[in-house]
């Protein structure tokens, strides 16, 4: 059956009955959900049925819906889309992001189905497969970082049959038709880098969580500014959260680079570990910033520490608001290019840095 054919009979079968649901439909015609989906939504754009959440109902029965309750109007999700949004477990990075869906959604008409991402792909594709079949229009996708194996989670998400949008992620060389919107985490550890050496600062270290999916983003543009401004670029710190050990002697070893007057500048990555780090410095009668200058990565309680601390501050509610706005403009127009979105990251400057407050700078 050719496409205007099939949509002819969603309609028709629409002014019958008065409302179908989609997965009843696909079943009936023999086609995917996706695709009456699809037709759903272009039949809904001539005004020739009207989009509910899950189905559709003919302009008939949606007049005489509103006109039997008028006193309990239908949220104006119902004849949104409905996006799912997976993203990770834990973590104090990613409620910002969140809230920035939300609002965009909530702006938009837009229903949002959340899910928590697992630690294998198995456990994504099982997200993903409950979503679909829940009736998502379209996926916002933010996986836990590393899934493995990487060519297979990528030819995966290039072929799921509804729009996908990655969250603050970077899709591969098999991306497909893929979208995604992220802050730009190299220029944000470069602005760091640039502070710092603006303050006379020639060797700059790098503390970084081996397990976040940005520390390669953020080693990548800490080590590119430290080329371009002729600095040396290190040493470098790991922080691996699965080795108690290691994890503590990270911090002793930095602290002895201090005392040693090794190390005199430092961009740490996250918060919590560069709080815990004034602290240790402090308890060795080191002082911050005159024996070490920080910079912190992530800005979300940066600004309590005892020190405040000077930060990178990723555009997180912006990045899920993008996140929305970039799904939208698919499913409106699924032949508009495809779009590809880095938000760059603002520096604030406090006490920890060494630097006048009055020097905050923005990108």
Request: charged share 25%; net charge negative.
């Amino acid at each position: 059956m050719l496409t205007e054919e099939r949509r002819e009979a969603l309609r028709r079968l629409v002014e019958r009955r008065g409302s179908i649901k989609v997965k009843d439909v696909a079943e009936e015609m023999g086609v995917s959900a996706v695709t009456v989906r699809q037709d759903v939504r272009e039949l809904a754009g001539r005004g020739l049925v009207v989009r509910v959440h899950g189905g559709a109902m003919s302009p008939t029965a949606a007049e005489a819906a509103d006109v039997a309750a008028p006193a309990v109007p239908r949220p104006v999700t119902r004849q949104g889309d409905a996006f799912g949004l997976i993203v990770p477990p834990g973590g104090y990075y990613y409620p910002e992001i969140i809230r920035g869906v939300q609002d965009a959604a909530r702006t938009h008409g837009v229903r949002v189905v959340l899910a928590v991402s697992g630690e294998t792909l198995a456990d994504n594709q099982e997200q993903v497969r409950r979503l679909i079949a829940a009736g998502v229009d379209g996926l916002l996708l933010m996986p836990r970082a590393g899934l493995e194996p990487v060519d297979l989670a990528e030819e995966w998400l290039a072929g799921l049959e509804i729009p996908v949008v990655l969250v603050d992620r970077r899709a591969g060389t098999q991306a497909g038709r893929l979208e995604q919107v992220a802050s730009d985490h190299a220029h944000g550890a470069g602005l760091a880098v640039r502070h710092l050496a603006g303050l006379g600062h020639e060797r700059i270290a790098l503390a970084a969580r081996v397990e976040s999916p940005n520390t390669p983003l953020i080693r990548e543009g800490h080590a590119a500014a430290c080329r371009a401004l002729g600095l040396v670029a290190g040493p470098e710190f790991g922080i691996d959260p699965t080795d108690t050990h290691a994890s503590a002697e990270w911090f002793e070893r930095l602290a002895r680079a201090v005392e040693a007057g090794e190390v005199r500048a430092a961009l740490v990555h996250n918060d919590l570990d560069a709080v815990a780090l004034v602290g240790l410095l402090q308890a060795r009668g080191l002082r911050v910033p005159e024996d070490l200058a920080i910079v912190t990565y992530d800005d979300e309680v940066a600004e309590l520490s005892d020190v405040p601390l000077t930060a990178v501050a990723p555009p997180k509610r912006a990045v899920g608001e993008w996140a929305v706005d970039l799904m939208r403009r698919r499913l409106a127009d699924p032949a508009a290019p495809l779009a590809e979105l880095l938000l760059r990251p603002e520096l604030r400057v406090r006490d920890s840095s060494g630097a006048s407050s009055a020097a905050v700078g923005h990108v």
